[in-house]
Protein backbone atom coordinates (compact mmCIF):
# COMPACT_ATOMS: atom_id res chain seq x y z
CA UNK A 1 0.00 0.00 0.00
CA UNK A 2 0.91 3.67 -0.37
CA UNK A 3 1.69 5.60 2.44
CA UNK A 4 -1.62 7.44 4.14
CA UNK A 5 -3.76 5.24 1.39
CA UNK A 6 -6.07 2.58 0.67
CA UNK A 7 -4.58 2.11 -2.62
CA UNK A 8 -1.61 -0.14 -3.96
CA UNK A 9 0.96 1.40 -6.63
CA UNK A 10 -0.08 -1.04 -8.95
CA UNK A 11 -4.02 0.59 -8.54
CA UNK A 12 -2.55 4.09 -8.89
CA UNK A 13 -0.71 3.13 -12.09
CA UNK A 14 -3.76 1.69 -13.51
CA UNK A 15 -6.35 4.14 -12.97
CA UNK A 16 -4.11 7.00 -13.84
CA UNK A 17 -3.80 5.22 -17.26
CA UNK A 18 -7.23 4.97 -17.50
CA UNK A 19 -8.45 8.27 -17.42
CA UNK A 20 -5.90 8.90 -20.14
CA UNK A 21 -8.40 7.09 -23.02
CA UNK A 22 -11.15 8.61 -24.52
CA UNK A 23 -14.26 7.27 -25.27
CA UNK A 24 -14.38 5.74 -28.82
CA UNK A 25 -10.99 5.03 -29.21
CA UNK A 26 -9.35 1.97 -30.68
CA UNK A 27 -6.55 1.12 -27.97
CA UNK A 28 -4.01 -1.89 -29.31
CA UNK A 29 -3.42 -2.44 -25.63
CA UNK A 30 -0.86 -5.42 -24.11
CA UNK A 31 -1.98 -7.50 -20.91
CA UNK A 32 -1.17 -6.74 -17.63
CA UNK A 33 -1.61 -2.83 -16.40
CA UNK A 34 -2.31 -1.68 -19.86
CA UNK A 35 -5.41 -4.09 -20.33
CA UNK A 36 -6.60 -3.12 -16.33
CA UNK A 37 -6.25 0.99 -17.51
CA UNK A 38 -8.34 0.01 -20.80
CA UNK A 39 -10.95 -2.08 -19.21
CA UNK A 40 -11.80 -0.13 -16.50
CA UNK A 41 -11.64 3.32 -18.73
CA UNK A 42 -14.34 0.93 -20.68
CA UNK A 43 -16.72 0.14 -17.29
CA UNK A 44 -16.00 3.79 -16.30
CA UNK A 45 -16.59 6.59 -18.84
CA UNK A 46 -15.42 4.93 -22.03
CA UNK A 47 -18.44 2.45 -23.51
CA UNK A 48 -17.25 3.23 -26.95
CA UNK A 49 -13.42 2.11 -26.02
CA UNK A 50 -12.19 -0.88 -28.40
CA UNK A 51 -9.43 -3.18 -27.18
CA UNK A 52 -7.35 -4.78 -29.66
CA UNK A 53 -4.70 -7.33 -28.81
CA UNK A 54 -1.26 -8.07 -31.26
CA UNK A 55 -2.81 -12.20 -31.01
CA UNK A 56 -5.71 -11.00 -33.40
CA UNK A 57 -8.87 -10.01 -31.21
CA UNK A 58 -10.90 -6.66 -31.85
CA UNK A 59 -13.21 -5.90 -29.86
CA UNK A 60 -13.39 -8.96 -26.66
CA UNK A 61 -15.40 -8.55 -23.58
CA UNK A 62 -12.69 -8.98 -20.70
CA UNK A 63 -14.63 -10.90 -17.86
CA UNK A 64 -13.76 -9.84 -14.21
CA UNK A 65 -11.60 -11.87 -12.29
CA UNK A 66 -10.19 -13.79 -15.44
CA UNK A 67 -8.02 -11.66 -17.03
CA UNK A 68 -5.91 -12.97 -19.70
CA UNK A 69 -2.32 -13.62 -18.95
CA UNK A 70 -0.80 -13.08 -22.65
CA UNK A 71 -2.54 -11.53 -25.85
CA UNK A 72 -2.12 -15.24 -27.68
CA UNK A 73 -4.78 -16.66 -25.03
CA UNK A 74 -8.39 -18.01 -25.16
CA UNK A 75 -9.51 -15.52 -22.99
CA UNK A 76 -8.89 -12.92 -25.25
CA UNK A 77 -11.65 -14.18 -27.51
CA UNK A 78 -14.94 -14.40 -25.78
CA UNK A 79 -17.40 -12.52 -27.74
CA UNK A 80 -15.05 -10.42 -29.43
CA UNK A 81 -16.18 -8.67 -32.64
CA UNK A 82 -13.74 -9.77 -34.86
CA UNK A 83 -10.96 -11.98 -34.69
CA UNK A 84 -7.83 -11.80 -37.34
CA UNK A 85 -4.45 -12.71 -38.29
CA UNK A 86 -1.70 -10.66 -37.00
CA UNK A 87 -0.94 -9.73 -40.01
CA UNK A 88 -4.15 -8.20 -40.41
CA UNK A 89 -3.81 -6.82 -37.64
CA UNK A 90 -0.70 -5.04 -38.01
CA UNK A 91 -2.40 -3.74 -41.12
CA UNK A 92 -5.42 -1.72 -38.95
CA UNK A 93 -2.56 0.01 -37.46
CA UNK A 94 -0.60 0.49 -40.90
CA UNK A 95 -3.99 1.85 -42.34
CA UNK A 96 -4.49 4.59 -38.93
CA UNK A 97 -7.49 2.94 -37.32
CA UNK A 98 -5.34 2.57 -34.30
CA UNK A 99 -5.51 5.49 -32.12
CA UNK A 100 -3.48 4.45 -29.19
CA UNK A 101 -0.53 2.29 -28.21
CA UNK A 102 -0.54 1.18 -24.65
CA UNK A 103 2.66 -1.29 -23.01
CA UNK A 104 5.34 -1.03 -20.52
CA UNK A 105 8.87 -1.71 -21.46
CA UNK A 106 12.74 -2.59 -19.51
CA UNK A 107 14.24 0.85 -20.42
CA UNK A 108 12.92 4.21 -21.52
CA UNK A 109 15.13 7.02 -22.15
CA UNK A 110 14.43 10.79 -22.28
CA UNK A 111 13.36 10.86 -25.53
CA UNK A 112 10.79 7.62 -25.29
CA UNK A 113 12.11 5.77 -26.59
CA UNK A 114 11.61 2.17 -25.49
CA UNK A 115 13.62 -1.02 -24.86
CA UNK A 116 12.06 -4.25 -24.41
CA UNK A 117 15.19 -6.48 -26.23
CA UNK A 118 18.47 -6.78 -24.42
CA UNK A 119 20.41 -4.88 -21.46
CA UNK A 120 23.86 -4.24 -21.80
CA UNK A 121 26.42 -5.35 -24.84
CA UNK A 122 24.71 -6.44 -27.43
CA UNK A 123 27.93 -9.14 -28.15
CA UNK A 124 27.20 -10.38 -24.83
CA UNK A 125 24.03 -8.78 -23.34
CA UNK A 126 23.70 -8.97 -19.77
CA UNK A 127 20.00 -9.53 -19.99
CA UNK A 128 18.01 -10.79 -22.90
CA UNK A 129 14.69 -9.53 -22.92
CA UNK A 130 11.41 -10.26 -24.67
CA UNK A 131 12.09 -8.47 -27.84
CA UNK A 132 9.99 -6.38 -30.20
CA UNK A 133 6.85 -8.52 -30.98
CA UNK A 134 4.68 -5.82 -32.37
CA UNK A 135 6.10 -3.12 -30.31
CA UNK A 136 7.83 -1.57 -33.09
CA UNK A 137 5.24 -1.09 -35.36
CA UNK A 138 2.33 0.65 -32.52
CA UNK A 139 5.10 2.76 -31.74
CA UNK A 140 5.83 3.75 -34.98
CA UNK A 141 2.14 3.96 -35.81
CA UNK A 142 -0.10 5.15 -32.92
CA UNK A 143 0.02 7.72 -30.22
CA UNK A 144 1.92 5.83 -27.09
CA UNK A 145 1.05 5.58 -23.35
CA UNK A 146 3.92 3.69 -21.33
CA UNK A 147 2.87 2.40 -18.08
CA UNK A 148 5.97 1.76 -15.96
CA UNK A 149 7.80 1.56 -12.56
CA UNK A 150 9.89 5.02 -11.66
CA UNK A 151 13.37 3.40 -11.04
CA UNK A 152 16.73 4.68 -12.27
CA UNK A 153 17.89 1.61 -13.70
CA UNK A 154 14.57 2.18 -16.21
CA UNK A 155 14.79 5.58 -16.55
CA UNK A 156 18.14 6.08 -18.56
CA UNK A 157 19.80 8.74 -20.29
CA UNK A 158 20.15 6.33 -23.52
CA UNK A 159 18.30 2.99 -23.74
CA UNK A 160 20.79 0.26 -24.65
CA UNK A 161 18.56 -0.35 -28.10
CA UNK A 162 15.82 1.23 -29.50
CA UNK A 163 13.16 -1.64 -29.63
CA UNK A 164 10.34 0.82 -29.83
CA UNK A 165 10.75 4.11 -31.54
CA UNK A 166 9.97 7.68 -29.32
CA UNK A 167 11.01 10.74 -30.19
CA UNK A 168 14.44 9.00 -31.14
CA UNK A 169 16.95 12.09 -30.81
CA UNK A 170 14.15 14.38 -29.92
CA UNK A 171 13.27 17.74 -31.80
CA UNK A 172 12.30 16.59 -35.66
CA UNK A 173 14.28 13.66 -35.99
CA UNK A 174 11.13 11.30 -35.75
CA UNK A 175 9.76 12.84 -38.40
CA UNK A 176 13.17 13.04 -40.32
CA UNK A 177 13.45 9.34 -39.99
CA UNK A 178 9.83 8.76 -41.94
CA UNK A 179 7.81 8.20 -38.75
CA UNK A 180 5.09 11.56 -40.02
CA UNK A 181 2.22 9.82 -37.14
CA UNK A 182 2.31 8.87 -33.61
CA UNK A 183 4.83 9.48 -30.64
CA UNK A 184 4.90 9.73 -27.10
CA UNK A 185 1.88 10.67 -25.18
CA UNK A 186 2.60 10.00 -21.83
CA UNK A 187 4.46 7.93 -19.49
CA UNK A 188 2.65 6.89 -16.47
CA UNK A 189 4.50 5.55 -13.59
CA UNK A 190 3.88 4.95 -9.81
CA UNK A 191 5.54 8.99 -8.90
CA UNK A 192 4.37 10.73 -11.89
CA UNK A 193 2.44 11.54 -15.28
CA UNK A 194 5.24 12.35 -17.13
CA UNK A 195 4.86 14.11 -21.17
CA UNK A 196 7.00 15.29 -23.67
CA UNK A 197 8.28 19.13 -25.04
CA UNK A 198 6.65 20.50 -27.85
CA UNK A 199 9.34 21.55 -29.50
CA UNK A 200 12.45 19.60 -27.61
CA UNK A 201 10.66 16.62 -27.30
CA UNK A 202 12.32 16.15 -24.36
CA UNK A 203 10.11 14.53 -21.27
CA UNK A 204 8.92 16.00 -18.01
CA UNK A 205 6.71 15.82 -15.49
CA UNK A 206 3.71 17.32 -16.28
CA UNK A 207 1.97 15.79 -12.70
CA UNK A 208 2.98 14.29 -9.26
CA UNK A 209 1.20 11.82 -7.82
CA UNK A 210 -0.23 12.21 -4.22
CA UNK A 211 2.45 12.79 -1.43
CA UNK A 212 5.23 12.53 -4.13
CA UNK A 213 7.73 15.33 -4.74
CA UNK A 214 9.72 16.56 -7.62
CA UNK A 215 13.08 15.30 -6.05
CA UNK A 216 12.21 11.82 -5.62
CA UNK A 217 11.30 11.48 -9.43
CA UNK A 218 14.09 13.33 -10.29
CA UNK A 219 16.44 11.20 -7.81
CA UNK A 220 14.51 8.06 -9.46
CA UNK A 221 15.19 9.09 -12.88
CA UNK A 222 18.74 8.80 -15.00
CA UNK A 223 18.41 11.88 -16.28
CA UNK A 224 18.04 15.50 -15.64
CA UNK A 225 14.21 15.74 -15.96
CA UNK A 226 12.71 19.24 -16.37
CA UNK A 227 9.32 20.11 -14.24
CA UNK A 228 6.14 22.15 -16.29
CA UNK A 229 5.90 25.33 -14.99
CA UNK A 230 1.82 24.45 -14.24
CA UNK A 231 2.60 20.93 -13.14
CA UNK A 232 -0.35 19.21 -11.19
CA UNK A 233 -1.42 16.84 -8.69
CA UNK A 234 -2.89 13.58 -9.37
CA UNK A 235 -6.11 13.26 -8.08
CA UNK A 236 -6.48 9.96 -5.76
CA UNK A 237 -8.20 6.88 -7.40
CA UNK A 238 -12.06 7.22 -6.18
CA UNK A 239 -13.67 4.57 -4.01
CA UNK A 240 -15.80 4.16 -7.62
CA UNK A 241 -12.34 3.44 -9.49
CA UNK A 242 -11.16 1.51 -6.99
CA UNK A 243 -13.97 -0.95 -6.86
CA UNK A 244 -14.47 -1.56 -10.35
CA UNK A 245 -10.63 -2.06 -10.71
CA UNK A 246 -11.06 -4.50 -7.69
CA UNK A 247 -13.69 -6.62 -9.48
CA UNK A 248 -12.10 -6.73 -12.54
CA UNK A 249 -9.35 -8.17 -10.65
CA UNK A 250 -9.31 -9.33 -7.27
CA UNK A 251 -5.72 -9.91 -7.06
CA UNK A 252 -3.84 -7.23 -8.25
CA UNK A 253 -1.25 -9.56 -9.22
CA UNK A 254 0.07 -6.89 -12.02
CA UNK A 255 3.21 -5.39 -11.19
CA UNK A 256 4.55 -2.50 -14.17
Same mark, same amino acid.
Given at each position: ? #?????? =? ?6 ? &? ?21 ? =?? &????? /? ?23 ? #? ?59 ? #? ?8 ? #? ?26 ? /? ?6 ? /? ?12 ? &? ?6 ? =? ?5 ? &?????? =? ?43
Amino acid at each position: M #TENSNY =TASELLAV &ASGRLLEDGQTVFAGVGIPLLAA =TL &AQRLH /GPGLTILFEGGTLGPFVVPGELPPS #TNEQRCTRRANMLLSITDVLLLLQRGYVDVGFMGGAQIDRYGNLNSSFIGDPTDPAIRLPG #TGGGNDISSL #TQMIVAIKHEKRRFVDKVDFITSPGFLG /GGSTRADS /GLSTGGMYRVVTDL &AILDFDDE =TREMKIA &ALHPGV =TAEQVRDNTGFDIRIDDDVETTEPPSKAELDVLRHLDPEMLYIA
